[in-house]
């Protein structure tokens, strides 16, 4: 398929007509850190501090000793926008720029997010390096792929092409294939020979400062390994043994990482052990706060819910488009919680109950109730007494079981939020404590 545009060159912003407000609030569509930067709110303030800020200056004074990163945050709170945005500002900035190269492995387009292994990624990382830099994978990496992996290979893959590119592609789609037993072997021969892996990349990172690379000089390479975060649910053990397990062989590599890691997974005592083990920090993306504590009176956050009004309004123009106008923003930003995604996602619902301006309030409800209705349907009932909790202490209960806290925040029933606070605190999602089920419930004791 053919990539698609940036957003800002395939509708005008702030749209002043449906067809490109739909556009505008496709709510799967990072932004481009260039292309799309009249549609970019900066959220550092609202956030506390501009998150990323802290890896760029610890790659920036590293010396050439590789760093590893890790950044973690709920679903649609902008995490790829985010690094995209990181990967500009390090190839920009006048003290790394020059001597720095960024390469980007997106685990949701080049991995199979069903089933990852450290195999898959060391594939991956190959054929981002061989796209980046054909004539050093032709020089360096294609001697190690015949010489040292190539045999392991041997009689697993179906008319494996010769050609490295065309290789590793076809390595990464068996790697998404569905035969289960068909990605074993292949991990397992390539396990065998993941030094060889290693070492290949090394060398490769090494081309990449020659006199006739497109990065001459680059003596610093940074790998952003995103999406990986979004490995399949049901697999728990899977994605902790792959973070605190597998993915320590990574920092053989003479690179800079920064992976995305689930946040539910450094709530989990299994997720402790991230910085233990590999050192750095864990950086979290919050939600942007529009709500008070209930230590604060709760209520509405001012200036969260501005900025994420004003974030919405670079894409669309409410006062042309929406009924209701910037009463509409409001409301769309408050149900939303802070999720950027969802309040896009709410736009985006009522824009496509319409074929002309404006979109009335009544189609906001509607889009409002579509999400709330997928709250009702997910939520276990088992989770709606400790929801309960959170919604009147801003944290969640001391017998809350781990991996209900860690359900509650990967399905985003509760949102955390950071925004300059230390420690962070939590919320219920507004659409989840509203649904009929714990309205139910509050009915039932007396509550509501």
């Not at 990605?183 to 397992?188: E, N």
């Not at 065998?192 to 003596?219: C, H, Q, T, W, Y």
């Not at 950086?283 to 501005?306: A, H, S, T, Y």
Request: with cysteine; proline share 5%.
């Amino acid at each position: 398929m053919t990539p698609l545009r940036p957003l800002s060159q395939r509708a005008s912003a702030p749209a002043r007509n449906l067809d490109d407000a739909a556009v505008l609030c496709d709510s799967s569509m990072p932004l481009d850190p260039e292309q799309d930067a009249a549609v970019h709110q900066d959220l550092a303030r609202v956030r506390g501090e501009d998150r990323l800020a802290s890896i760029r200056r610890n790659i920036r004074r590293a010396q050439g000793l590789p760093t590893l990163h890790f950044l973690s945050g709920h679903t649609g709170s902008g995490k790829t926008t985010e690094l995209l945005r990181m990967k500009h500002e390090i190839e920009t900035d006048p003290r790394l720029g020059a001597d720095t190269h960024v390469l980007m492995l997106d685990a949701m387009k080049d991995l199979n997010r069903q089933d990852v292994d450290l195999e898959d990624i060391l594939v991956g990382l190959w054929k981002v390096v061989a796209d980046a830099n054909p004539k050093a994978a032709e020089r360096v990496l294609a001697p190690v792929w015949r010489d040292q992996i190539l045999s392991a290979l041997s009689g697993l893959v179906v008319n494996l092409p010769a050609a490295l590119p065309d290789a590793l592609g076809k390595l990464l789609n068996d790697f998404k294939a569905p035969a289960v037993d068909q990605r074993k072997r292949l991990r397992t021969a390539l396990g065998d020979v993941s030094g060889a892996l290693i070492d290949g990349l090394n060398k490769a990172l090494m081309a990449f400062r020659a006199a006739d690379s497109p990065f001459e000089g680059s003596a610093n390479v940074v790998f952003l390994i995103d999406n990986l975060e979004k490995l399949a649910e049901a697999q728990a053990e899977v994605v902790e043994r792959l973070y605190l397990e597998r993915l320590g062989a990574l920092k053989d590599l003479q690179a800079h990482l920064v992976i995305t890691v689930p946040l539910y997974l450094c709530y989990g005592v299994a997720g402790a052990s991230l910085t233990a083990r590999y050192g750095g920090e864990v950086v979290v993306l919050p939600m942007i706060k529009v709500r008070e504590r209930q230590e604060k009176g709760g209520g509405d956050c001012d200036e969260g819910l501005d900025a994420l009004v004003a974030l919405m309004a670079l894409r669309v123009d409410f006062g042309l488009l929406f009924e209701g106008a910037q009463d509409t923003a409001r409301e769309v930003a408050r149900v939303s919680g802070g999720c950027i995604r969802h309040a896009l996602r709410i736009l985006y619902l009522a824009i496509s109950r319409h074929d002309d301006p404006p979109v009335t309030v009544e189609s906001v409800h509607r889009a409002i109730d579509t999400l709330r209705a997928e709250y009702n349907r997910a939520l276990p009932e088992a989770w709606i007494a400790e929801l309960l909790y959170v919604v009147a202490n801003d944290r969640f209960s001391d017998a809350c079981p781990p991996e209900v806290k860690q359900g509650m925040l990967r399905h985003l029933f509760v949102l955390e939020y950071q925004n300059g606070e230390v420690p962070s605190w939590f919320s219920a999602h507004p659409l989840a404590a509203s649904c009929s089920k714990v309205q139910a419930t509050l009915k039932a004791r007396g509550d509501a």
